[in-house]
Each structure stands twice: as structure tokens, then as C-alpha cells.
């Protein structure tokens, strides 16, 4: 029997007054887990005509909640917080099944627990990554244990756990091929390719890249978000390709947004210099500089700005400076998930400034938010809903 089947017939018999002390003892353990808990007994208990629901107690909105927990079950992260859900969900389950005037007390303390549960159950981003090698076959980039690959030319392809190196060696013959790193929703990942280029990737974000570079430019075409620490070859310009733009380096480090939801491809350099072109157009930056270009090619300007800010998801902080709600709950969605979108009057006005860790809860992250008196996290249809309590009097 699983555990909510056996918690679901021990809390039957406990209201039935027919619980062994054996039961009782296993009852006493999971009240003691959590305040919540308590009050799932005390919701069943105010009213004997809850007991028939309980053989459906488990069933609430099984794609939106369930779903949720087994996916981050998988990220090896969920083992403690399950339980959690799972009684909230039986809260939740119990008002969602009741009817009637008499009961619209229950209704909403427990529809308060199931959008509270909701939200606890988000959890941040892990790594991994998918990796198609020139073959056609799908490798993927967990945290397993040390793998070697090689490929066809006899580029030897490193897997760690979650980190990935291309180490080349002298081969008789080159063979032109490449590969892609491609990093879902909801991960992480970085790289070192074979020239010694480092490579982090952010969520719903990949890298084509060649598996060994040629005596030409050193090419790759990104989509999404990376940040790139160029290894220097004065020889060789590594150009990156996002889009309808192109950013040309010999050595340094930069940051590349190119999100297709977003209306501008943004190069922010954090060191050495880098050249950026779209068209016609082209602009060379320095240190603290970026470079936006409009993807209808409306907007190409270069902007001074705390350049490091925008490479801090890979220190694992969002940073946000006066940044739009809306484009908060894009970042979030991407980083949590689960999708995220605004709500409230001027919600496309509202802006936020701060440093939230990465790896916090999206919880916190709500309570961190909810700080402004302005912000607050609620779930509507199966999304996390920022609603926007603005008060301008």
C-alpha cells in the first residue's frame, strides 16, 4: 500500500474511532511533520460527512499538482517536500469535493492551502543539458558518473557529471562536424569547447558549435542566453551567431541574450573588446558597454550599464536593476519552470530592483518579492499568477 493510501486509512479509522495504537503511532509521526498536517485532521474532523471523500482525498487536480512533484522527484529534490504536497492536496481535495453554504469556511481555507501548496511545490533550476553528437544520437548531460566519447574525427568528449570538455587530438584526417548542447526549460549547464573557450548556457538556451575548430574563424550559433569566455587565439576571431546579429572576439568575456520571446538581442561585454554587427550596422564595445539590437532592426544602440549584473546567472544570482515585472516572470518562468505572468494595473509599468539568490525556492522567492507591498504570488488555471497591488495615493 502506498503511503497516502495507508495515511488515507488511517485517518479514517482514527475519525471512525477504530485506529490501532499502531496506527495511531504512524498518525502521531505525520502530525508531527508539519503544522499543515494538523489541520487536514482538523478540516476532516469538523464534519463527519467528509469521511466519504476520503477514498478521492488524493485525486485533486492530479495533472496540475502531481505532475509537478514527480518532475522534481527526478531532480532528486523532492523526497522531504512530496509529503508536503500531498497533504495540501488532500486539503485541497476535501473543499474542492464540498458543496453548500455551511461549508464555504472550509471552501476557502482550503482553496488557500491548495494555491499555497502550488506554489511551495516550485522548485529552482538544476543542471543538465542534452548533447547531439554529429551522429545524430542524443546524449544526456546529468549527474552521472565520468564518461568518455569520441567522435568520428578522434575528438575525445569528456562527460563529468554535469560538465562537459572537448579535448582535441591530432587527427589524420579533418573531418568538418558538429555539435549541439541543447538546455531545457527549467536547467543549466556549461562547457569547455576544444579550442578552450568556456561556455555557460542558461535555461531553454543551446550551442552549435564544431566539434574541433579549423584554421579559420572560430564559428558557433546560439539561442537563448550564454556567456562566453573566449580563450585568446590572436590568429583566429571567435564570431558568435544569435539571430540577425553577430558578435567577432580574438579574447574575451561577454554576455548574449537572444530569447526569441524578447524584442532585442543584447551583447553586454565584460571584458577585452568585442565587435557587434546586424546588417549594415556594426559597434565596437568596451568593458561596461552593450550593444541592443532590435530584432526588426528598429533599435541598435550601445548603452552604458553594470555589466557584471547581467552575467550574474552564472554566479547564481538574478540580478534586477528597475527591471519590468514582465520581464521578470519571463526569466522566472524559464529558471522555475512552471509559467509565470503578471496581473494588476500597470502590471507592464511596474518595475523591481534586487538580488535574489538562484537556487532559492520559488516561495521565497514570492515572499521576497511580496517585500515591495505591491507583489504578490497567487495560481489561477494552473499558473503562478505576480499580481500587482499598486497603490499610487
Known sequence: MSFENQ??????????????????????????RSPQNRE???????SAECLPLLGRIYGYDQQRVWGNIRKAARRRRMRTLAVTVRKYAAAAAVAALLAGGGWRVLDRRAER??????????????????????????VALEADGPRMLVEQDGTRIEIAGEELAYHREE????????????????????????DGTQVWLNSESSLVFPVRFGDGPREVTVTGEAYFDVAHDASRRFV??????????????????????????????VRGSVEVRSGHRRAMLQPGQQARVGREGAIFDVRQVAAEDYAAWTRGL???????????????????????????????????????????????????LARTDQIRADVEEGKIVLCIDRDDD
Not at 486509512?9 to 503511532?25: D, Q, S
Not at 487536514?40 to 469538523?46: A, D, M
Request: glycine fraction near 6%.
Open 40 to 46: 487536514l485532521l482538523e478540516l476532516l474532523e469538523e
Open 113 to 138: 492551502l491548495a494555491r499555497q501548496a502550488y506554489i511551495e511545490q516550485v522548485t529552482p533550476g538544476v543542471r543538465g543539458a542534452v548533447l547531439t553528437l554529429s551522429s545524430g544520437e542524443s
Open 318 to 368: 538574478f540580478t534586477f536593476n528597475d527591471e519590468p515585472i514582465a520581464s521578470i516572470c519571463r526569466k522566472l518562468s524559464r529558471w522555475y519552470g512552471v509559467e509565470i505572468v503578471p496581473r494588476g494595473v500597470d502590471a507592464d509599468k511596474v518595475r523591481y530592483t534586487g538580488v535574489v539568490k538562484r537556487y532559492e525556492t520559488f516561495a521565497e522567492m514570492a515572499r521576497l
Open 7 to 32: 495515511i488515507k486509512e488511517i485517518l479514517k479509522a482514527r475519525l471512525e474511532g477504530t485506529a490501532t495504537e499502531e496506527e495511531l503511532a504512524i498518525l502521531r509521526e505525520w502530525l508531527d
Open 240 to 269: 558568435v551567431h544569435a539571430d540577425t546579429v553577430s558578435v567577432s572576439v580574438y579574447g574575451t568575456a561577454f554576455n548574449l541574450s537572444a530569447y526569441a520571446d524578447e524584442g532585442t538581442i543584447e551583447t553586454t561585454l
Open 171 to 194: 587527427a589524420e584526417e579533418e573531418i568538418p562536424m558538429t555539435n549541439t548542447v541543447t538546455v531545457p526549460r527549467g536547467k543549466e549547464f556549461s562547457l569547455r569547447l576544444s
